[in-house]
């Protein structure tokens, strides 16, 4: 595989200096945007500044390196991580303010020779930490791609983490991201050419960006995902943006109408909290897994709703909200999502690989899911890989997800176990083998633990072997690998990615990179929502 040229390590970021205690920004200067990247470069070093800002205050964040001009991308992301700590450090209350760091930045080519820098963020919060992944193809230069993929990391927990009336609108930044990518004039490109000079300033994006986007793209769609653990409902418009959104926790029953009676009450409350009357609604998409007769809105069959047969979901909603109505199947919905807005941004042809017990797989081409009959590829985790395999739920032996299901990676810990193998899983789950996690096991595998790192491994090259089936079949730029919770994804792509790279398959995916998605529970409903808008412009 092509894959991860450079890397730059933390250290970097650990040069952010100072607190810088302001007063914490109100409600009318909401926005973290890009203001400038701006390089100075010498004979024997490079330092990158970012200045990011939020209403009038500003951070600046600064990396040098004695190196030549060729990381000065990588200098521009630690620039960037270390402004964004500045503005946690001012914008929180609390003490200590939640640590951002630079936790990897690689680089991966895509089939088409395009390249997408890649940022993992640790988000240190109190005793939890979280690796973030942003990733931004590049178009201008490097340097702004870095800063792009950083901010698209940080951009994801940022919502979450500001202080309440930062809270909507730190999610902002996607539209400096957004202005970004269209800024014609490109930041100086710092490379092996570029000789001791002045230092350079690059051009700070116009302030007319922001508002120009959105006159553009005026419309705003409501997307609902109804799913056995929760439904979510939110008001998006079309780049991404959520401008109101309602959860629920999810209702399973052998009925249909309680569950679509939640539903409809979310989708109902994101509606009512759209502020302004300009922000009308055009459409309506629905999103849920299982077998469906999309163009009827039909629900055939669903794994989270086990009892439903051929149940007609769209007709409700168009009742309630006298407007059309989509029907999306949830992966679908997901992988629609991360092209337009996430981790496979401007890519044409991406699968999406979700591993849970089962395996689902969704595929885009040219923005649309590919649907044949009413499944489109999702069921190949019941595609055979091993004829004497483990029996799969299905009935059959050997499929795909009996082997690499995440049931599975569960199975083999607890065989190696039986076997006597030594490990600290047991005692980290209390002796109770039902405590015994994807999550637990990547965790103690990421921390040595041979057994656990072992199940990991024979996990990751069953996963490769139907990943490069899928790669035969569809030949796709990307493959999104996916599993909840994320770090659990990340894992077994990397497991994967590790068998590929040690096998004769390896050659196959030449032109397709494995990524992890980055938008993360949000990507249904998100994809709900821009399917719908294609749908409305299609109409
Ligand atoms: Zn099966």
């Known amino acids: 595989m092509e894959t991860q040229a450079h890397r730059a390590g933390p250290e970097r970021s650990r040069q952010s200096a100072r607190a810088v205690r ?7 200067c909401p926005r973290l945007r890009l203001e400038e990247v701006r390089l100075s470069v010498s004979a024997n070093s ?16 600064a990396a040098a390196g004695h190196h030549d001009g060729s990381l000065a991308w ?14 946690l450090q001012q914008s929180r209350a609390d003490h200590p303010a939640p640590r951002v760091q630079l936790a990897d930045l690689a680089t991966t080519t895509t089939g088409t020779g395009r390249a997408v820098i890649h940022a993992t963020i640790k988000l240190v919060h109190g005793t939890s930490e979280t690796h973030l992944l942003g990733s931004a193809l590049v178009r201008n230069d490097w340097c702004s791609t870095a800063v792009a993929a950083a ?27 957004a202005s970004l990518d269209r800024r014609p004039a490109a930041l100086p ?15 700070s994006p116009p302030a007319s960006a922001l508002a120009h986007h959105r006159s553009e793209s005026p419309a705003v769609t409501l997307g609902v ?4 653990g929760a439904i979510r409902a939110a008001a998006v418009d079309a780049s991404g943006r959520k401008l109101a959104e309602a959860h629920r926790p999810g209702c399973v029953a052998a009925e249909p109408e309680p569950t679509l009676a939640v539903a409809l009450e979310a989708a109902s409350a994101a509606a009512a909290a759209l502020h302004s009357s300009t922000d009308g609604l055009a459409r309506v998409g629905l999103a849920i897994s ?19 047969r051929e149940v007609q979901l769209t007709a409700p909603f168009a009742q309630e909200f006298h407007l059309p109505v989509s029907l999306i199947g949830a992966a679908d919905a997901a992988a629609l999502a991360e092209v337009g807005f996430g981790a496979a941004k401007g890519l044409s042809h991406v699968l999406l690989v979700r591993l849970a017990r089962e395996i689902t797989v969704a595929a ?28 799969c739920q299905c009935g059959e032996s050997g499929c795909w997800q009996a082997l690499a299901g995440t049931d599975s990676l569960i199975s083999r810990v607890i065989r190696d176990i039986g076997r006597g193998v030594p490990t600290a899983l047991l005692a980290a789950a209390e002796n109770r083998a039902e405590a015994i996690t994807p999550e637990l096991i990547c965790r103690l595998a990421a921390g040595g633990d041979a057994l656990a790192r072992s199940a990991l491994e024979e996990t990751g090259r069953y996963l490769a072997i139907g990943l490069a089936n899928l790669v035969t079949l569809f030949d796709p730029e990307a493959i999104l690998v996916d599993s909840a919770p994320s770090p659990v994804g990340v894992a077994l792509r990397q497991a994967a990615e590790k068998a590929i790279k040690t096998s004769a398959r390896g050659r196959l995916f030449s032109r397709c990179v494995l990524l992890s998605p980055a938008l993360g529970e949000a990507a249904a409903v998100l994809g709900a929502a821009a399917w719908a808008a294609h749908q409305a412009a299609h109409a």
């Open 22 to 28: 302001m007063e914490a920004a109100g409600p009318a």
């Open 46 to 61: 490079t330092e990158a500044r970012v200045t990011l800002g939020l209403g009038p205050h500003r951070f600046t964040g």
């Open 74 to 87: 990588q200098l521009a992301a630690a620039a960037t991580v270390t402004a964004i700590q500045r503005y």
């Open 151 to 177: 901010l698209d990391a940080t951009s994801r927990r940022l919502a979450s983490l500001a202080l309440s009336p930062l809270t909507l609108e730190a999610e902002g930044d996607e539209q400096a991201l």
């Open 189 to 203: 490109s710092v490379g092996r050419d570029d000789r001791p000079g002045p230092e350079m300033a690059a051009p």
């Open 225 to 228: 995902e109804i799913g056995a």
């Open 290 to 308: 299982g077998r469906l007769r999309a163009g009827d809105g039909v629900c055939v069959s669903s794994h989270d709703f086990p009892a439903w």
């Open 364 to 391: 885009i081409s040219e923005g649309r899911p590919v649907v044949l009959g009413e499944v489109g590829p999702g069921q190949a985790g019941h595609m055979v890989i091993a004829a004497d395999g483990p029996r």
